[in-house]
């Protein structure tokens, strides 16, 4: 029933509120970090979008910081094993943070069910940095990496990467990188405004309004293409440094086949709908959607990429 009522869903640009409250009445949600990030931003903007569009009757989130989302994955894998209503927010950094901490657990312990957005990053410094250009702070990471602390998640994230590909670049070693890892992106910028550092890697969306509103200075994003037309990538600035973040929604291990269907059926409909392409225009999240077997695949090539990476950067 609920998978015939997901596909039905999927047809229209906003489903009836009352045929998704009966297929789906509720939905829990585990995001791996503190209130105010990347993951959490997406959660709760799945959350908008399918309840607008009918898909499920109301959602429940727990966040669980630490370790890069490695707590928060260990504690899904332990305590939703099983449950067909629980959905993980996880994404690019996780993959990463697993495999520079030698983590027990990591995204091949859950089951993927959909990849929804893609996002560059960017690096900011405070309103009031002397670092007007991306030039100006290269230049002083070339001289001295760790005497400028620089906030982003933690070890082996993608926030991490472009930071210590960005020294590599420079002709620096990427081990020299002072990064102060944080719990989640509302930590991070509260650093950067603060002043407690003097800048930061994280996805654009994390920091889009603080730019828009002068609290925060945008010196580069890590994208091919440009985000915000004064805002120039690390490729066109001189260094040859690109990544970006993908994230997704996985399900608990040991779910049923049935179970797994269903959410990926619930992940297509929500794609398919106005609400949810509206969230991405106004987010500026690159639509990125995958499902299913080939999002599985997807995972698979990233975790084996990614550990490459890292070895090559030392980080593994």
């Known amino acids: 029933m609920l998978r015939r009522a997901l596909i039905a869903a999927a047809a229209l640009p906003l489903a009836r509120p009352s045929v998704a409250a009966e297929a789906l009445p509720v939905l829990n949600v585990l995001v791996p970090a503190a209130p105010g990030g990347g993951w959490d931003g997406l959660g709760r903007a799945v959350e908008r979008a399918a309840v607008a ?10 966040n669980v910081p630490g370790g890069s989302g490695t707590v928060g ?28 901490s030698r983590s027990p657990v990591s995204l091949k312990d859950v089951v993927p069910v959909a990849r929804l957005t893609e996002e560059a990053g960017v690096i900011v410094v405070p309103a009031g940095s002397e670092y007007r250009s991306i030039g100006q702070l290269a ?11 620089i906030a982003g998640a933690g070890g082996g994230s993608v926030d991490h990467v472009i930071l210590c590909l960005l020294l590599k670049a420079l002709g620096r070693r990427p081990l020299e990188a002072q990064l102060v890892a944080f719990p989640g992106g509302g930590a991070t910028q509260a650093a950067v405004i603060g002043g407690q550092v003097k800048a930061a890697v994280a996805g654009w969306g994390e920091f889009a309004e603080q730019v828009a509103s002068g609290r925060v200075r945008a010196l580069a994003t890590s994208g091919e293409r440009r985000l915000h037309p004064e805002v120039p990538t690390l490729r066109e600035s001189g260094y040859d440094v690109a990544a970006t973040n993908w994230r997704g929604l996985f399900a608990a291990p040991g779910v049923s086949e049935a179970a797994r269907r269903a959410l990926v059926d619930l992940a297509t409909a929500l794609h398919g709908t106005r609400a949810w392409q509206e969230t991405l225009a106004a987010r500026g999240w690159d639509d990125a959607f995958l499902a299913g077997p080939d999002f599985a695949a997807f995972v698979a090539r990233d975790q084996a990429d990614t550990e490459g990476v890292l070895r090559e950067l030392g980080l593994a």
């Not at 569009?53 to 727990?62: C, P, Q, S």
């Not at 959905?87 to 520079?100: D, E, N, P, Q, Y």
């Open 53 to 62: 569009a009918g898909l499920v009757g109301r959602f429940a989130f727990e």
């Open 73 to 100: 994955l260990a504690r899904f894998v332990n305590q939703r094993r099983g449950r067909a209503e629980s959905l993980l927010v996880a994404g690019a950094s996780v993959v990463g943070a697993a495999i520079a």
């Open 139 to 149: 230049e002083a990471l070339r001289a001295e990496p760790r005497g400028i602390p």
